[in-house]
């Protein structure tokens, strides 16, 4: 079982992002258990959710420059997990400070969670 935590500003893109993952993971012959939170109400409760927590895999789907505001808190809270952090290309260049696992570009296909998912050596 591979445990995700995901996080997003809005509940369409953890409905369309979640079930890609899904079926990335299950295509990997892995089972997927994912967490989700949405919205700026979520962001504590996933923060105290994922604290001190390394063996799991963070996904945050943000956007602009709050999105990336999120984007680092997030990572701060722990920089042990492997994190995924999809956001527009702009904030690509905040990406490596951050220590990411991996960048996406949005929006995500197919192609781009298997690619994070690669990078996660799943």
């Known amino acids: 079982m591979v445990r995700f935590v995901m996080y997003a500003d809005k509940e369409e893109d953890v ?9 990335a993971v299950r295509e990997r012959g892995e089972w997927p258990l994912i967490h989700m939170y949405i919205g700026e109400n979520e962001l504590l409760p996933f923060l105290h959710f994922v604290r001190r927590n ?7 789907v943000t956007y ?3 999105g990336r505001k999120k984007a680092m808190q997030i990572r ?27 960048f996406g570009h949005l929006p995500v296909g197919k ?3 298997g690619e994070a998912l690669d990078a996660c050596e799943l």
């Open 76 to 102: 701060e809270n722990n920089w042990e997990a492997r994190m995924l952090w999809f956001s527009e290309p702009e904030n690509e260049a905040y990406s490596d400070s951050m220590k990411l696992t991996c």
């Open 111 to 113: 192609k781009g969670i």
């Open 64 to 66: 602009g420059q709050q």
């Open 15 to 23: 409905n369309e992002y979640a079930s890609l993952l899904r079926e």
């Open 54 to 60: 390394p063996c799991l895999i963070m996904v945050v």
